[in-house]
């Protein structure tokens, strides 16, 4: 009986060591697929310059997603992808942004089918296409060339939302790539720590117990995040015990901006930015805040709005893209270039506590979360089915 061995390139993700987006989609998947024994998984890094493949040890790497940020590896071998293996099934799954991956997949893919792998990939989105001024400059370049790659030789295509699998199959329409792939929309978990509730990080204690607005997110133009910081000041002399917090490193096409919150008078006094705190402390702001922005422009999926939810919070998101699919009944929605509608919104709550505590008590009694485990299940459920 043939088993399944599947291969999955983290290269960008050890590189990165973000815990955000498509490296906490990724984080969770390896969580799951290393805690079972069904599959054989190989995980592995590319080296550019010596052109080779280094396996990694999988025990290794569950220490790796549990210190992301530290973990050195120290027991990882030079290894030959494409070594035929005729017992197993062998499946390529590029679920990490392989778009700007060192060995380019036009080339790679072909490579691969020529030793019989199956090749799986996960779209999260297609922004650098649909929205290219917001796009990092490397990812423009090369996230075309990596999706013919996908319309080309992939066999299974898993989306985060029909939203990005209606976006995927009609630019697939649109380049005249008419070769069938099966997609499957699988929704992402929102239980991104499931460890208790750590003690209240001394640090960050009496912003924690403060009025504030919650905002998640890399900054980026698409995220909006320059509107709710301008909102938020316009409203901070009415409203003086509020206070704003973004959480999320800094991204690309964003120097005006930073130099804006640099300069901002509230800066951390009313106004925070925090760029590298853990998982366990950002669980303690979901948990603490009095409101959850999340003004996104275009989404493939929108992890911080599920990761609002699922603490029971008034969420306040754009309704474009994957937004309202994603947020459901249990999401405020506004347009996301209105300043004027988020300012009515964020004072009708400060104003309206009634309003407020029967719209989080909505939220927090009927809001049924998606779990990692089901968006793991789902994956390993459709490997299995190519045995």
Not at 221 to 236: C, G, M, Q, W, Y
Request: charged share 30%; aromatic share 16%; net charge positive.
């Amino acid at each position: 009986m043939q088993r399944i061995t599947l291969y999955v390139d983290i290269t960008q993700f050890e590189q990165t060591r973000a815990s955000t987006g498509i490296q906490r989609t990724l984080k969770e998947f390896l969580k799951g697929v290393l805690g079972q024994n069904k599959i054989k998984i190989k995980i592995f890094l590319w080296k550019e310059r010596e052109q080779s493949v280094i396996l990694l040890d999988n025990d290794e790497v569950k220490h790796f997603l549990e210190n992301t940020k530290n973990y050195i590896f120290q027991r990882a071998v030079l290894y030959d992808i494409f070594d035929y293996d005729q017992a197993n099934k062998k499946i390529f799954f590029d679920i990490d942004s392989a778009w700007n991956m060192p060995v380019k997949r036009e080339s790679l893919y072909k490579k691969l089918k020529e030793k019989n792998f199956l090749i799986f990939n996960f779209i999260y989105d297609l922004t650098p296409i649909l929205f290219p001024q917001y796009a990092y400059e490397e990812t423009k370049k090369n996230f075309f060339p990596y999706l013919s790659a996908v319309f080309r030789y992939s066999d299974y295509v898993f989306c985060d939302s029909t939203s990005a699998k209606e976006d995927f199959l009609q630019f697939k329409q649109k380049e005249r790539f008419y070769r069938d792939i099966p997609v499957q929309v699988v929704s992402l978990g929102s239980d991104f720590c499931k460890k208790p509730l750590s003690v209240t990080p001394k640090k960050y204690k009496t912003l924690l117990q403060s009025k504030y607005i919650l905002f998640v997110g890399t900054l980026e133009p698409r995220k909006n995040h320059e509107e709710v910081l301008d909102v938020f000041t316009s409203l901070a002399q009415t409203y003086k015990e509020l206070f704003l917090v973004f959480v999320g490193k800094e991204g690309w096409k964003v120097e005006d901006l930073v130099e804006k919150i640099q300069q901002h008078p509230l800066k951390n006094k009313r106004f925070f930015w925090l760029q590298n705190i853990d998982d366990g402390t950002l669980k303690h702001f979901y948990r603490n805040a009095f409101l959850v922005t999340y003004l996104s422009k275009y989404e493939g999926y929108g992890l911080p709005v599920v990761e609002s939810l699922h603490y029971g919070n008034i969420t306040i998101v754009s309704k474009n893209s994957s937004m309202v699919e994603v947020g459901r009944e249990f999401a405020d929605y506004i347009l996301y270039e209105n300043r004027e509608e988020l300012g009515l919104v964020l004072s009708h709550y400060c104003e309206n506590t009634e309003d407020y505590r029967k719209r989080k008590e909505y939220i927090q009694h009927n809001f049924k979360q998606k779990t990692w485990k089901s968006f793991y299940n789902a994956l390993y459920k459709t490997f299995l089915a190519y045995k």
